[in-house]
């Protein structure tokens, strides 16, 4: 297992030893923040190990952000321990972090590659250093011509991505996104995941947060999903999945007959098909009590549940329903 | 030196400094610190000149006279002394006014005539070629000191290099005259002392709104601990400040040459003008440094310039208070309002650096500069926390629908 998330069991989600053999890039116990009298964040724990994709899924407003600045060290935690590269103090290991907030912010009257390498220089970069690899940076990503351009003759988009690169600038160990696909255009949007995957190649650990599913589910070995505050699951993508038996849809040639007992109370007609979930018993005894009740099976399908099922079915309609009001158009592909 | 500690991130002073000079470059760069330097001296220009014409047009009738009761060939002496000079000197050479052409063996009292106001003189000058002796206000006789002993080295018919040692005396009458000016010396500093404070104090508001406004707040409370941006920020505007201050003082001093004497004059501090300019620059830091705290931990409450006005309101008045009571403070020498208002924090830089215009001990400043120093740290620490408990719950980070107002984002960011 990559990663657990779990709400208020540190012992049974796992300690550094059963998460993995990879070392470990997060470890949070117990995370809990309050807001006059607000619950945040109500008691979570995070192991991450080094080098995965790892994603926040919830809703605005389920904890993503706070959880993040928490683990950054921006915010302290009411209760609970974090542990971050092995450190106490997020600030302590600043220089192999990067950050990219969900709110962008640049200098407007900065030019590109000095805005690159002021954010390499708060994590410890040389500024000299810092502006040489800014350059080169901007070189590869196709923004060259802009590294002399103030920030506010930037567009959006190119502004965008010289913040995501003064993320990367200093080479951190641990890169962490707040709504890194927000904002973006789809093509934008494309070159980013594939950064992103480079990154996680190269051995960083990268962790954003998101309320697209399809980037989740596209990006990440494992995902958290959250809602109010709390975790109701946490891990793989496909176990995620799993929550959901699959489902089937079946069209057969009789109406009706004994093969009908086969079929689960929640079955439901629509004109020559059924459609129900695959009984726990799994697909072998449902295909032998359907021909030996001489159904007359014309065709059948199996479907496996998407993330999308599986975060309504984890966490509810409503957090679904506020997701998806989240989501713009744009960005649910 | 790297700044770093052993793990490899910046010290909170190395962090500060990233800050510090970024913000400095950006300002010092910036169209608006242009407008900033030339904002004050449109009304200095404006009264220097109205002042120095009013003065020219005084001058003329009330120009400072030296008069001049000497042995009756003395007199004529110096009266000679100052023709033949006048061409090369005048400017610098004082007008001479004959009191009397004294008998040989008959006495003469400066003090007294000075004081019986007979005649318009600013000091009168006794004694004889050989030994002048210049009576007036100190201020008077001490720049009058340099041109009398030249006059009666030229009256005697010295080389240039042979002057007579001058004689000193001042007056009684004039001693209090010294003390009125050293007064309005004390009144000016700390005007311009106030004035520098809140144009400054004002700058790191806007400064930090900015910051927020530009939505990189997030990124250096991320990446270095908000007590380096909270310094790096009250550096950065002292450095700016002081370039300001340096700029001014420049544009002064050209001004003051240009004009010459139609500048208002002001009486010498007791303590002498270098070391009252330099506990001058001292007592500016010092309160520039607490008011900027207090503003800054403000400026993290609010996001936008509105609220800062608002904020920073009751600040400002404050600050007007603390000012007057120094003022009032300055009257009275010696008293409890004075011990207070040299005591509170707010008020001691003002306070003091009216005392370094009026007294000439200078034990007083060194005990008050190291406790505005531990007022600056006891200050500048609560700010920082204040500022790092504050500034990440007033942005508008999250849902822009909880957007609602200042309260309201008093609020942590509920993403």
Known sequence: MVMKMDLGNWSAAGNAAEAGDKPLAIEARGLI??????????????????????????PNGAGKTTTLRMLLGIIDPDKGVRRVLGHDSPHEVAHAIGYLPEERGLYPAMRAYEAIAFVGALRGLPLAEGRRRARLLLEEHGLGFAADRQIRQLSKGMAQQVQILGTLVHKPRLVVFDEPFSGLDAL????????????????????????????????????????????????????????????????????????????????????NFWYFS???????????????????????SIERAGLHDAFVAIAGEAAAKALEEDTPEEERQ | ??????????????????????????????????????????????GIMAGGIGQRAQESSERPELGVAMQAADVDAMLAARDTLEP????????????????????????????????????????????????GSVGRISDWQGPVSMLAAQAQGNAPRDYPQVTLSASAVSKARDRRGQFMTAQA???????????????????????KANKIIEVLAAAIPMDAVFLGKLFAMLAVSLVGVGVWGLAGGAIALAVGHALPELTTPAVGWPLFLGMGVIYFSM?????????????????????????????????????????????????????????F???????????????????????????????????????????RTRVMKSGSAGNPRSRKGFFSRLKPARA
């Open chain 1, 33 to 58: 923040k309050r807001f006059d009298g607000f619950t945040a964040v109500d008691g979570i724990d995070l192991t991450v190990e080094e080098g995965a994709i790892y994603g926040i899924l919830g």
């Open chain 1, 188 to 271: 934008n949007q494309g070159r980013l995941e594939r950064m992103m995957r480079s990154l996680a190649e190269a051995g960083t650990t990268v962790i954003f947060s998101t309320h697209v599913i399809a980037h989740a589910e596209r990006l990440c070995d494992e995902v958290a999903i959250i809602a109010g505050g709390k975790v109701p699951f946490a891990g793989p993508v496909d176990v995620a999945r799993d929550r959901i038996r699959p489902q089937v849809r079946l069209e057969t040639r009789m109406q009706d007959g004994e093969w009908r007992r086969a079929l689960p109370a929640d079955a439901r007609r629509e004109g």
């Open chain 1, 278 to 300: 695959l009984p726990e018993s799994g697909v072998e005894p449902l295909l032998r009590a359907l021909i030996e009740g001489e159904a007359g099976i014309l065709s059948l």
């Open chain 2, 1 to 46: 030196m790297t700044g770093k500690n052993s793990n490899g991130r910046l010290s909170t002073l190395a962090a500060a400094l990233v800050v510090a000079r970024r913000d400095f470059t950006a300002i010092l760069f910036s169209r608006s610190f242009f407008f900033f330097l030339l904002g004050p001296l449109f009304p200095v220009i404006v």
């Open chain 2, 88 to 135: 090369r000197l005048g400017h610098i050479l004082p007008e001479l006014v004959v009191i009397k052409r004294l008998s040989p063996g008959e006495s003469f009292d400066p003090h007294k005539a000075l004081a019986e106001r007979r005649h318009q003189v600013a000091a009168v000058l006794s004694g004889n070629l050989q030994t002048p002796i210049l009576s």
């Open chain 2, 189 to 211: 500093g700390q005007t311009l002392l106030f004035l520098l404070t809140m144009l400054l104090a004002g700058m790191v508001l806007s400064n930090l709104v900015e910051e």
């Open chain 2, 287 to 343: 309160g520039y440094l607490l008011l900027g705290s207090v503003f800054l931990a403000i400026g993290s409450m609010a996001t936008t310039v509105r609220e800062v006005q608002t904020l920073s309101m009751p600040v400002t008045m404050m600050q007007l208070m603390v000012f007057f009571l120094a003022s009032y403070a300055m009257t009275q020498p010696g008293s409890p309002v004075e011990l207070f208002a040299v005591s």
């Open chain 2, 345 to 387: 924090p707010f008020s001691s830089p003002f306070a003091m650096l009216a005392r370094a215009a009026q007294d000439t001990a200078l034990w007083p400043h060194l005990a008050a500069i190291a406790w505005q120093v531990l007022c600056v740290v006891i200050f500048v620490r609560i700010g920082a926390k204040l500022f």
